[in-house]
């Protein structure tokens, strides 16, 4: 099955710097990659995803890059500020549209954002 | 409001005991997926479901069990055969004809 590493496992930055946490993935069918920000006590909360056909999304301070030929992909998080502060997971799955999806996580970074 | 509520936030139960967390979605989603979460870890898929009365395991089923009688709801239970039942479990759904997936609040299951 699929297995997906993350790292770092902690991440602190200074306020305004930026942030990157990467993750790499086994299963080279794999074609949708989310990430979710959770903060704590609460369920997990999709910030940006990326499909197997782009190479790179952004959206506002966020953006995610994907190499499909080393299989990771990356979260780039610019102009940092306190409110970033939180558990940052990525994720991988296989799969069409139009069929549940198995989604494999990694196991999170916990972003800090030092004022 | 649409959205995803599981209940309750805090779950407290003995060992040997069955218990039931409750998922329920008015989004209109067709699939709808339970997850484990353990302090520091990543989450890791119980059961999903995509239709009515239709369910799938998932990595770590073994010690669990789900119905899925009507589409908003997607109810889990926690039975004594899981070994280590403590642990944060969300829910979430999804539209089969779409890729996000998106979570509940979490229910955090004590047993002791």
């Known amino acids: 099955g699929e297995n997906v590493e993350q790292h770092p496992s902690t991440l602190s930055v200074q306020e305004g710097d930026s942030a990157v946490i990467k993750c790499t993935y086994s299963?080279?069918?794999?074609?949708?990659f989310p990430w979710y920000k959770q903060e704590l006590g609460k369920g997990p909360q999709l910030i940006i995803d990326?499909?197997?056909?782009?190479g790179e999304k952004k959206d506002q301070r966020i953006a995610v890059t994907l190499n499909k030929t080393a299989k990771h992909f990356s979260l780039h998080i610019t102009e940092t500020q306190p409110e970033d502060s939180a558990v940052y997971f990525c994720?991988?799955?296989?799969?069409?549209?139009?069929?549940?999806?198995?989604?494999?996580f990694g196991s999170g970074t916990q972003l800090t954002v030092l004022p | 409001d649409g959205g995803i509520t599981q209940s309750p936030k805090y779950l407290f139960r003995k060992e040997g005991q069955n218990v039931t967390l409750s998922c329920e979605q008015n989004?209109?989603?067709?699939?709808m997926y339970w997850y484990r979460q353990d302090p520091g870890q990543g989450l890791r898929l119980i059961y999903y479901?995509?239709?009515?009365?239709?369910?799938q395991k998932g990595d770590i089923a073994e010690g669990y069990s789900v119905s899925r009688e009507k589409k908003e709801s997607f109810p889990l239970t926690v039975t004594s055969a899981q070994k280590n039942p403590t642990a944060f479990y969300l829910c979430?759904?999804?539209?089969?004809?779409?890729?996000?997936?998106?979570f509940g609040p979490g229910t955090r299951l004590t047993v002791t």
């Open positions: 979430a759904s999804s539209k089969t004809s779409g890729l996000e997936q998106y």
């Open positions: 299963d080279s069918a794999s074609n949708y």
């Open positions: 990326i499909r197997s056909n782009v």
């Open positions: 994720a991988a799955s296989r799969g069409s549209v139009g069929s549940a999806r198995q989604l494999t």
């Open positions: 989004l209109n989603h067709d699939a």
């Open positions: 479901s995509q239709i009515v009365n239709d369910f």
